[in-house]
């Protein structure tokens, strides 16, 4: 698991857009009405003729956003790349599958979380499973998910069997 890294043309414009990484994602998508296209673009670079130039900058943004083929303007093409950009990043989301905890092992207890940390990050790192640099570096969000929902069905697996020996325990005391 890394972040993926993805090619494509558009318009006659070549970009590059790695997956955010786990953090920066979790902090776009908890404030997705704050964002500007700069905060889209974090990850997302395009083919010039001298290499390749990040858009997470107001001027490469304006001056290499564009349509070469000059059917659309410059914003429809912004648009759209901040679209991709949404698909690459969340669209596993979509097709996600909730995991489900049996209600006779749920509790009313409340669980708390760290400020300014998302819950999965905070179970993740509490876990073992992650490190924040991990998480603000090599995993992308999806990679978080994947490993949260590992975790999380094991500790099922494990409150289950956990139930069950006590159900069986008790069968067997009467």
Sequence with gaps: MARRTMEFDSFGVRYRMKQMAAADAFRVFINAQD???LDMM?????KTDSGWVELFDESNLNTF?????HIVQPREVLNGLISVVSEFNWGFLKHRQQLKV??????NSEVKSVEGIDPVMGTLIAAGKATLIELETHYSLEDAFKIYDILCNDQINKAQAQYDAVQAAKSKAK
């Design 42 to 46: 974090r990850d997302v670079s395009v």
């Design 65 to 69: 956003v564009r349509d070469n083929k």
């Design 35 to 37: 964002l500007g296209p």
């Design 102 to 107: 049996p209600s006779y092992l749920r509790g």
